[in-house]
């Protein structure tokens, strides 16, 4: 039952996915919106638990964040975390951690967000014309981690990516999130990704020694 | 192996191998390189940077061109932008090079704001509770179009009131904007588009007391105007009554500081000492409110000098016009049984009364009391000059709590030089009795022939949306339908409560924070409370947005495609420079979602640049003279000056008075009921040692502007708050009047009246008149972010309007947010 080659890309794509917007209708199309919607659970959750054991990560971690999914107040969580109206005590994008006393005297489109545009585009991507986010959102560096790892299409991208980038703001962002959290998921998740953030640095790494 | 059957979880699952086999998905990026491309190519360098040029559209009399700087379809950069020196017509405008100033500096930072709201949010709580819900515009607009509806058909079509107001002063959004449209259409009523009556009705109400018929229809209920701000370099005395250019208004002051240069003297009439007081020659820091007094002393003093200008007052002023002594109005011939058409009544050189159409203008009377007939007339100049003689240099002095030499330094500055350029700021339209200084300062100024010359007037602001080069009436009420009815912000907030002149049941606020900047903030609140439905629309969460029912994300300047024209004389073209942020829509793109579903969306299905083409009437060769032959790629390749008669703009370089006489009408008759005819000074009417109110709360409460946000707007930007006091409100108090209270530097007072509280710290500063106190407003108080510490300026102003603006239909109600009186005390602990 275990996929027994769970690709590394596929393990970014789950963060990006776990931190995306409970309000957004998700793409139309993409088959792994198609599975969840058929409820193929078992081969889901040993998927994730497969990359966790993959990544090195207790898989308790996974099983405790899945405990929490159907908790009820998840999207007004996400809401009041991460989106607004207004300010929030979490906003998801690097440049508001990257300074001093963040994220009170962080300001948003810093010099992050020029610095991981030019990572997509020496990794042949592009912010779409109506993306909807900022280029230094949570969820657009995973994502354009997510398109380097896969077919190794920018190794040093997807290097700079996680060491320069997530790997130094996610996990103040997630001790915030830990802290502010009043649902279950979302303080399993901000404990849970530091871990994974680690672990994909580590891959990252070794891939690199190797090449 | 744990069976985890989670609906979210699910969501970001891998299912599989065939699932994996597709790839990651990509929602907010896309690849432009190839499939297989491989090891990524070199850096796809980012476009070289792109420019725009847009005017700066907040509530700002600034008015500054910006040069946007864009890379990778971000902004990143904000430069003072060049101006055309060419008018529309190819004439030779002006040399204009203003500076902007540490607001247009960090609009990137504000645009990019983390509070900046992303989504339609509907209420779940109480008001004011902070508990709110994602919607979608679809559901927002649907929701608003049956709400308005449902009250419309309950309480009548006035009872929606929308309220666009000054956050913007573009065309298309804001003062004059879109909100008016929609309002027509509807059949609502609508706010004030001008003369915006949240305490500045009432230096343009005194305008038009002397300078304007007001019930001439052709005048439109009331007019404002005011020389170009570069007029000022044609001035030999500058004198800045109750504003503080250098913190507000920097490109005016940038001409100031070039008037100076070039031997003009400067005059600073300001209770406290600002960086625009430490400019001036003379700086006078007289008691507030005491200002007409102060004016009334120095017209005494060119009358019993007999420094005016004679030939001025006898050919455009009423100075030689005969008043009925029982009356008090203009003598008529009629009257007096003097043959032919009616007129007014004049006495020549041979002491005989006349028509003033067949007099010589150049000898008659000015001074004097005649017989004429059975009674006994003065000239209007003489009544004048009657009611200022007790207004000496020592009773002046003492009224003004300036010394008797100061008055008189001021006067022989009146004196001797000319031309006289006054800038009367906001803040004496902030006094109950705004009005009548504005009609001391023309009187005075008539008086020294300083009324329609270069260099001269009396300037509030100048050019902008009271222009006739937008055809506001054609943009306001489409073919078919009839305009809006007028219901001014501080009526409203009564309509609201006490359902009069008719009930008020619903309003929609754009670029507007009523709720916060309104005075007698405790009364707004109440009657925001009471309302069936309300919607804001705002880009950040601002107190009035903290009271919606529904919350609409609004754009910042970048956004949208408008066109500014306010304050100067030259027509700025603001391209949308980026696509708005998240969900948010400009208030012309939501005012047509609302529209539709209305079913009156065929009067909004132009785009932003038609609007603009139709409003100024691009390529019609009826087009108002001053933007005669403009074309479009005029208008978007620079910024070119009007077709102003002059360059600089001088309202009336004509002479031509739109009053009854068609002279300047210092003795206003339509005011004689009001016993305001001559600009007799009168006490506030509550900010005066004479009020009994006086002795409970003995300090004079401004709330003035500061230079590190506009009004309400930049408050919560990290590096504007870092050199701002971190963010934090402090009222700024005498050393003597501290002591007195047992306040040091640092403390918590309390600052209250029989209106509300606010609690702040406390900064002693000799740098303020004592009795006089005062707290920068447009900080804000919402649920989430205060930058007082309880409270706000506004819970202590009030709502007291004068009945004498009346007269005045477009200027008929005013906030008079510092004719206000507090007691300040430290709290303990």
New interface residues.
């Given amino acids: 039952?275990l996929?027994e080659t769970?690709?590394i890309?596929?393990t970014a794509?789950?963060l990006a996915?776990?931190w995306s917007d409970?309000?957004d209708e998700?793409?139309a199309g993409?088959?792994?919106?198609q599975?969840?919607r058929e409820?193929?659970?078992?081969?889901?959750?040993?998927?994730?638990?497969a990359?966790a054991v993959r990544l090195g990560i207790d898989p308790e971690k996974?099983?405790a964040?899945?405990?929490a999914?159907?908790t009820p107040g998840?999207a007004?969580e996400h809401?009041r975390l991460f989106?607004?109206?207004?300010?929030?005590p979490c906003?998801p994008?690097e440049s508001?951690w990257m300074d001093d006393a963040p994220?009170?005297?962080?300001?948003?489109?810093g010099s992050a967000?020029?610095a991981v545009?030019?990572l997509?585009?020496?990794?042949?991507?592009?912010?779409?014309?109506?993306?909807?986010?900022?280029p230094d959102?949570l969820?657009?560096e995973t994502?354009?981690l997510?398109?380097?790892l896969?077919?190794?299409?920018?190794?040093?991208?997807a290097h700079a990516l996680i060491t320069e980038h997530l790997a130094r703001w996610v996990p103040r962002f997630c001790a915030a999130v830990q802290t502010a959290a009043r649902h279950p998921?979302y303080q399993a998740l901000a404990e849970l990704t530091p871990c994974w953030i680690d672990a994909l640095a580590h891959h990252v790494d070794a891939r690199a020694a190797h090449s | 192996?744990?069976?985890?059957?989670?609906?979210?979880?699910?969501?970001?699952?891998?299912?599989?191998?065939?699932?994996?086999a597709?790839?990651?998905?990509?929602?907010?990026?896309?690849?432009?390189?190839p499939e297989?491309?491989?090891?990524?190519?070199?850096?796809?360098?980012?476009a070289p940077r792109q420019v725009f040029r847009t005017g700066h559209s907040n509530n700002c009399d600034g008015a500054c061109g910006h040069l946007v700087e864009v890379?990778?379809?971000?902004p990143?950069m904000v430069k003072a932008a060049p101006w055309e020196d060419t008018a529309i017509s190819g004439a030779i405008a002006q040399k204009f090079n203003p500076r902007i100033c540490i607001r247009g500096l960090s609009q990137?930072?504000n645009t990019?704001?983390?509070?900046?709201?992303?989504?339609p949010?509907r209420r779940v709580g109480e008001r004011g509770s902070g508990k709110?819900?994602?919607i979608s515009w679809e559901e927002a607009a649907s929701t608003i179009s049956q709400k308005f509806g449902a009250i419309q058909d309950k309480y009548g079509k006035r009872s929606v009131w929308i309220a666009p107001y000054t956050g913007s002063l573009s065309l298309l959004e804001g003062v004059v904007g879109v909100g008016f449209r929609l309002a027509s259409v509807i059949g609502a009523s609508a706010g004030d588009f001008e003369g915006d009556n949240q305490g500045d009705s009432a230096t343009p109400a005194g305008w038009n007391y002397v300078l304007v018929d007001p019930t001439n229809p052709d005048n439109g209920g009331g007019l404002f105007d005011g020389h170009e701000g570069t007029d000022f370099l044609n001035s030999n005395l500058i004198v800045l009554w109750a504003n503080n250019v250098a913190e507000t208004s920097i490109p005016d002051w940038r001409t100031i500081v070039d008037a100076k240069k070039k031997g003009a003297k400067l005059v600073v009439v300001d209770p406290r000492f600002t960086p625009t007081s430490a400019a001036a020659d003379l700086w006078l820091p007289a008691r507030p409110g005491s200002d007409t007094a102060l004016i009334d002393g120095v017209i005494n003093y060119l009358i019993t000098h007999k420094a005016y200008d004679e030939a001025y007052l006898r050919a455009y002023t009423v100075a030689p016009y005969l008043v009925h002594p029982q009356t008090k109005k203009l003598l008529r011939t009629t009257e007096i049984g003097l043959p032919g058409k009616d007129d007014y009544v004049v006495v020549g050189a041979d002491g005989k009364p006349q028509a003033v159409g067949a007099a010589d203008p150049k000898s008659t009377q000015l001074l004097g009391t005649f017989n004429v007939g059975a009674m006994s007339a003065s000239t209007a100049f003489q009544v004048l000059a009657d009611t200022m003689a007790k207004y000496t240099p020592e009773h002046t002095a003492a009224l003004t709590d300036l010394t008797a030499e100061q008055v008189n330094t001021l006067a022989s500055l009146f004196a001797s030089n000319h031309p006289v350029g006054i800038r009367a700021g906001f803040g004496l339209s902030h006094w109950y009795h705004g009005d009548l200084t504005m009609q001391a300062l023309l009187t005075l100024q008539a008086l020294g022939g300083n009324i329609g010359v270069h260099g001269g007037g009396v300037t509030t602001f100048a050019g902008g949306l009271t222009t006739t080069a937008f055809d506001l009436p054609g943009w306001w009420a489409p073919e078919g339908t009839t305009s809006f009815t007028v219901l001014e912000p501080m009526e409203a907030c009564d309509a609201m409560l006490d359902g009069k002149p008719y009930p008020v049941r619903a309003a929609w606020f754009m670029v507007d924070n009523y709720a916060q900047q309104m005075s007698d903030r405790n009364k707004v609140v109440k009657a925001l409370k009471s309302l069936d439905f309300l919607v804001v629309s705002d880009y950040?969460?601002s107190a009035t947005?903290d009271l919606a029912d529904i919350?609409l994300p609004a754009c910042t300047y970048l956004e949208k495609t408008d066109l500014l024209s306010s304050n100067n004389f030259y027509l700025q073209y603001m391209p949308k420079i980026i696509?708005p942020?998240?969900?948010s829509k400009s208030d012309l793109d939501a005012v047509t979602l609302v529209a539709q579903k209305m079913g009156v969306g065929q009067y909004f299905d132009k785009t932003a640049d038609d609007y603009l083409k139709e409003i100024l009437h691009i390529g019609d060769p009826e087009a108002d003279s001053n933007v005669a032959g403009l074309t479009w790629s005029q208008l978007t390749e620079g910024a070119p000056h009007r077709n102003t008669p002059t360059i600089p703009y001088v309202p009336f370089f004509d002479k031509s008075f739109p009053t009854k006489t068609g002279k300047i009408e210092f003795y206003v008759e339509m005011l004689v009921p009001f016993d305001q005819a001559v600009c007799d000074h009168k006490e506030p009417i509550e900010a005066s040692p004479t009020n009994p109110l006086f002795s409970k709360y003995p300090l004079v409460f401004l709330s003035t502007h500061t230079r590190f946000r506009t009004h309400s707007q930049y408050s919560?930007l990290?590096?504007l708050k870092?050199i701002n006091n971190g963010g934090q409100g402090f009222l700024e108090i005498n050393p003597k009047d501290a002591n007195a209270r047992g306040v040091s530097d640092g403390d918590v007072v309390r600052v209250y009246n029989d209106r509300g509280v606010m609690k702040v710290y406390a900064r002693l500063t000799e740098s303020i008149k004592p009795g006089v106190v005062n707290c920068y407003q447009g900080g804000w108080d919402?649920v989430?972010?205060k930058h007082y510490i309880e409270g706000h300026p506004n819970n202590l102003t009030h709502q007291i309007a004068n009945p004498t603006q009346a007269v005045v239909p477009n200027f008929r109600s005013n906030a008079a947010y510092f004719d206000c009186l507090v007691q300040v005390e430290r709290v303990k602990g």
């Fill in positions: 039952m996929p769970f690709p890309w596929a794509q789950l996915e776990w409970p309000f998700p793409a993409s088959p792994l919106v599975a969840s409820q193929r659970s078992d081969p889901a959750s040993a998927a994730a638990v990359a996974i099983i964040l899945a405990m999914t159907d998840l007004d809401e989106v607004g109206p207004g300010r929030v906003p994008y508001m994220p009170e005297r962080g300001i948003m489109m967000a020029g545009l030019n997509y585009h020496r990794a042949g991507l592009t912010m779409r014309p109506h993306p909807g986010e900022l959102h969820v657009v994502e354009a997510t398109w380097c896969e077919r190794n299409r920018g190794p040093a991208v998921y | 192996m744990v069976e985890i059957r989670r609906r979210h979880f699910l969501g970001g699952m891998a299912v599989g191998a065939g699932v994996i597709a790839g990651p998905r990509l929602r907010f990026l896309f690849a432009s390189e297989g491309a491989g090891v990524a190519a070199a850096a796809t360098t980012s890379e990778n379809g971000h990143v990137i930072q990019y704001s983390p509070d900046r709201v992303k989504y949010y709110w819900e994602r950040v969460m947005a919350v696509d942020l998240w969900e919560n990290p590096w870092e919402t989430k972010i």
